[in-house]
């Protein structure tokens, strides 16, 4: 999501006086001394149309990200508002990990520089990322993502759990997501239409429609077993924070909520 680097202004309409980078900083900090096995993701759109990121292009937001240890991030619509050439341009400035499964990269400078997955080890249990983005199409003028291709959401998540539930024998499987948490467009995949579409998803972690959520819903997948999708809104001023807890290796219940920053 587009964090803000500031809090809001004092004298702004909304959201007086919330978020701001330093908060977030320290309210992650204070989870991490809680909770050593805390991972930190971001559901994309770290780029957007601010005054530092039309100075610096994007590499204080990936500064302050790296700063605050993040473990991954997907890819957004308005990471490619400076073209592919502008988010590559900045990767030096990212240490974390960008996880996009359905972007096939192959004929752009991206190529080699996101993965498809990636797998956690905490306390012996293995947590697994995939990432999704939404079309590019209609979003991002065409020159800007050059020969980007997009993958079928569905399709890809169903090739994800396969490998990582089945083959890696994953005991959490996590989807973060660019694509939008609902839509009234029946025919436009959203994650609630994702999490009945598909089997074996944990938790989507989603982003795009800037969709503040207190509590994450719970949705009945295709094996009529437990989706959750959950959202943090926009703008870095709430914190969405989920705690699983497992029995013989298995989730067996999820504590969430919604902090605000």
Known sequence: ?????????????????????????????????????????????????????????????????????YDAATLGNHDFDNGIEGLYKQLPHASFDFICSNYDFSNTIMHYHTKPFKIYILEGKKIDVFGLGIDLLGKVVPYFYKETKYLDPVEISQDMTRILKYENQCDLIICLSHLGYEYDNSDKISDLKLATLTKDIDLIIGGHTHTF?????????LANKTTLVNQAGCWGIKLGRLDFYFNNNKPSHVNGTSINI
Not at 52 to 68: A, I, R, V
Not at 213 to 221: A, D, G, I, Y
């Open 1 to 69: 999501m587009e964090v803000s680097i500031d809090p809001f202004n004092p004298n702004y309409s909304q959201y007086v006086n919330q978020g701001g980078i330093a908060r977030r900083a320290k309210l992650i900090e204070n989870i991490r001394k809680e909770n050593p096995n805390t991972l930190v993701f971001d559901a994309g759109d770290i780029f957007q149309g601010t005054p530092y990121f039309n100075y610096y292009g994007g590499s204080l937001e990936f500064k302050l990200m790296s700063m605050l240890k």
């Open 213 to 221: 959520m207190q509590n994450p819903t719970v949705v009945k997948n």
